[in-house]
């Protein structure tokens, strides 16, 4: 089940992720200019510690192409990458949580100083506005409920997962890090 997730379910999920990011990446022209001196440059994320009862990840290389924008080079190995970025994946789900209340994962970034600062800009700088892309879709009469129940859901699910992150630093004092 794991080898069909991993062949079939894996690459799709990364693809899709990949589109999101350059969606993203082409609502800001600057985001581009930023990223287009970097054409032709690999990265590449590793995850470290990840739960072995969950299917392992593709490999999760990407080459800047010449229009500023991520290419995923598949699941062929990459070559040597002039950026590694690796983040803890020991627990996704509150890497998913850190990443939904906004905050930036710890990430340890090695390799090109000049596309690290550039990384940096865009991780600090780049949001995605769904609002804005349900509007495109719908149109704004169509979508202000459909806004008004994602933000009361995303509000809701902030509230939930801050008491959860909260309830676990209480739990487990142990696991807090020194900031």
Known sequence: MFDTFQTVFGPAVVERLVLLANHVLTSEPVANERLRPHAGKLLELQLLAWPAWLPAPPALAFRVTPAGLLEWCG??????AALRITLAAANPAAVAAALLLGQRPALDIDGDAALAT?????LSNLRWDAAADIERLLGPQRAAPVLAVGF????GLR??????SSLGARLHPSAQRPV
Not at 75 to 80: E, K, N, R, Y
Request: charged residues 10%; without cysteine; glycine residues 4%.
């Open 159 to 164: 509230a939930a997962l801050a008491g959860a």
């Open 75 to 80: 699941s062929t190995p990459a070559a040597q």
């Open 152 to 155: 009361a859901l995303a509000q």
């Open 118 to 122: 550039e990384l940096d800009w865009l």
